[in-house]
């Protein structure tokens, strides 16, 4: 198990300055003073996004031209995309939004899944969640995790900083806030992890989802909550009681994230196996109604079902090759609206590629065009065809 933070072959020590910074980002000061020159008020546009448990996630979108350098800070400081890229190489125990290591000869998966997996056949688990985990994540903090972990110099850690934060803390939707959420430990958690290694324990941090196993039944976790609780307290992070919780194997089906790890390998509860095959026969069942099948509800609809047999593929199912032949039998077909619709778009994409072929909303337009145009040749490939070669003219060229 790698405990440590690692660093990658660039160094960070050329980044001395702010002009060296941007040089690094591959940003102008022109576009760097864009951005200071923002009002507060207005770097951000707030809104609400439904949870699972029907509360509302308050979000905050940045604006334009901070999500280009936040983007920039993300591939090029926090992520190893590629041989000279990227600052990091993160400990193992990590998992949510740390990007896999290119430069390792098997690829290491780190979602929710691949997490859950490390502690499969245990006895007992101990859950502990980071309380408003992104909230309490201070300036401070995230000014220490440039200066302390990266070595920035003041002026370029402060810089980092801003750009990263709004109205003094880290915030859902800033794209730098989950690698910021997950180095924010980076002083303490290590040793913590080794500890509890010693002790044959196992430790995984999911964002702010904190997992501990044992394989032996009926563990005493007390000792292992204590040093977790006051590692979070030298940050100032408080943990959510109501959402602490003690498993033992010889009481309980062991649940992690959602998944079944009393086995080698994590599975689905079989009640949310049933209930994808339920979407699945639902699915078929409006399919019969061929103006339906025509309708956006019907391809919202196949899309969420279509997610959802996809986990199993990645969870090694038996039912996913069967449940995903019954979906494609039952494709969204399209309606002859949605020929003007798709022209209009192809139109309105090729205007705006001259100014903005390189930016986020440009690319987000190009390929929703592209998905349009998988759905139109369904029924109208003549059009598509023609469409689809408008839009090859005009590919988005990507910033790094």
Known sequence: MVFQYNYGKRTNHSISNIENLLK?????????????????????????????????????????????????????????????????????????????????SDIEKKDYIACASQHCESRSILKMDIQ??????????????FKGLLHFPDIV?????????????VIQGAL??????????????????KRLHDKKLTYTRLVDDITISSKISNYDFSYAQKI??????????????????VLHRSSNELLVHGLRV?????????????????????????????????SRDYRNLFNKSLGRVNRLKRLGHIQHATLLNRLLRIEPKPNKSDIGKAKRLVSKIIALNPKYG???????????????????????????????????????SYEN
């Open 176 to 193: 730098t806030s989950s690698y910021i959420a997950s180095a924010v430990l980076y002083d303490l958690e290590p040793l913590v992890v």
């Open 262 to 294: 009393n086995f080698k390998e994590p599975r689905l509860p079989a009640k949310e196996v049933g209930k994808i095959r339920a979407s699945v026969k639902h699915l078929e069942t409006f399919a019969k109604d061929s103006e339906f099948r025509t």
């Open 358 to 396: 390189s930016g986020y909303r440009y690319r987000q337009l190009y390929y929703k065009a592209q998905s349009d145009l998988n759905i139109l040749q369904r029924t109208f490939d003549r059009t598509a065809f023609k469409l689809r070669d408008r839009l090859r003219k005009v590919k988005p």
């Open 132 to 145: 408003n985990f992104f909230d309490n994540i201070q300036e401070e903090h995230v000014y220490d995790v």
């Open 157 to 169: 850690s402060k810089a980092l900083t801003s750009i990263c934060c709004h109205e003094g803390s």
């Open 24 to 104: 690094a980002l591959d940003i102008s000061l022109e576009q760097y003073s864009e951005v200071l020159d923002i009002p507060e008020q207005n770097r951000y546009v707030k809104s609400s996004i439904p949870k699972s448990n029907g509360a509302e996630r308050v979000v905050h979108n940045p604006h334009k031209n901070i999500r280009r350098i936040q983007r920039r800070i993300n591939k090029r400081i926090f992520n190893q995309r590629h041989r000279k890229g990227g600052l990091i190489s993160w400990p193992s125990y990590l998992y949510g939004s740390i990007p896999n290591n290119p430069l390792k």
């Open 228 to 245: 977790v609780i006051d590692m979070l307290y030298k940050k100032g992070l408080p943990t959510n009681n109501s959402k602490t919780e």
